[in-house]
């Protein structure tokens, strides 16, 4: 089977003074976080969009289930971790108890990341299937610069080896399970990043073409792009 | 002397169907690279405002100056070079004309950076003057991702390290001139960022705290949200 994994474990410390995470914040009277999975919901390759939240809001979660999905078989909502890769087993053990196919994909992508495409998705799952683990990237725009002391530069590295990484970030299950419990709670604790951490166990982590329009709402300043953009979906510029 | 720099040297490639350079696209009624000149126009501790521009536009931008900035006497326009850093030399060549005090300051800027706030400025010339050099630079939002072969991931740098690269660039001109003629031909065809230039030579690139909304326009994307953003000026969210 082909899951979607939904990350909404986050609660947006950086969104200012919203007194709800970001992913649930309304664009066009719709939660984010639901302009996500609809994307998943209507991809036909997708079996089941399982959605990982914060423990906290997961009732909040159900009632946006109820309200948005109601009848929606294709929804399941789970309870995450206390971290990134945490949610993401979490959704992993869903996944054990509706398939356990040794074939399974998991297309992992972040609740505040709406303007995801279908061709990323169909990407994604080619990608999986064929090299095991893929991460979602653009090219990066600016030059990336390296601080170990936040006072100077010490590394400028070469700008055309330089990505920004998005999601998704997809995988075959099983890989996920084998390398999610080959690290010590201290390699856990530093690597937050599901693709570091396939990496880090010897993985070759494909690379899949990602869009400047597939942007991460993180700062007020992100969510007033996002309306606009969201507004402007006619426009040729955001539909690419 | 404090001095600004406008680089103007591209020709920009990447925007599509745009037939002019993109700091020549309007935004409200006034071209890119004039939102950029009044900000170090209108910022008192700058003395001149050094535009270099690909001399295949000079004419061009020398209409803009005739149009927009008669009889400002503060704004200067050279031709620049065939790269970055040889058209920052062509504007260091003219500060010296002008000045070639051994304290003169040299605070660079792109010409598609229009959202340059008069803070950013002022930090830049205080980071100058005390250290030396100096590069305005934003924690990166997205994780980094390098890849040497563009097929798979070969690192993944620490995030809480990494930084992506705004302008302003700052320095003392003395300096500037010091690292770029011991600079090989080689070297200057690797090396396209000034900041990356102070570095190899040992010096401490100093950071200044950018703004998200300091974007560079790149892609038609961009100036679409740059339009966007510009007519919302008076919002909060656009102007801290």
């Known amino acids: 089977m082909i899951f979607a994994g939904v990350l909404a474990g986050g609660i947006g410390s950086r969104m200012g003074n919203y007194t709800i995470p970001k992913q649930f914040l309304l664009i066009n009277d719709r939660p984010i976080i639901a302009h996500v999975i609809d994307k998943f919901i209507v991809h036909n390759y997708i079996d089941y969009v399982i959605t990982g939240v914060n423990p906290d809001w997961y009732r909040y979660m159900l009632d946006i289930k109820e309200k948005y999905y109601k009848g929606v078989d294709k929804l399941v909502i789970v309870p995450g ?122 993985h070759k982590v494909h690379l899949v073409e990602g869009n400047v329009s597939n942007i991460k709402i993180t700062y007020p300043y992100d969510y007033k792009i996002a309306q606009i953009m969201m507004e402007n979906l006619q426009d040729d510029m955001f539909t690419v």
């Open 81 to 202: 971790g206390s971290d990134r890769n945490s949610t993401i087993n979490s959704i992993v053990e869903q996944t054990k108890k509706m398939s356990g196919s040794p074939d399974d994909i998991l297309v992992t992508h972040d609740a505040v990341r709406p303007f995801i495409t279908l061709k990323m998705i169909s990407e994604n799952i080619d990608a999986a299937i064929k090299y095991g683990v893929c991460d979602t990237v653009i090219p990066a725009t600016d030059t990336i610069v390296y601080s170990e002391n936040k006072e100077y530069i010490t590394d400028i590295p070469l700008r055309s080896n330089t990505y920004q990484g998005q999601t998704p970030q997809s995988f075959k299950v099983k890989l996920f399970e084998e390398v999610y419990s080959s690290m010590t709670d201290d390699e856990l604790k530093i690597v937050t990043d599901a693709c570091k951490m396939f990496m880090l166990k010897g």
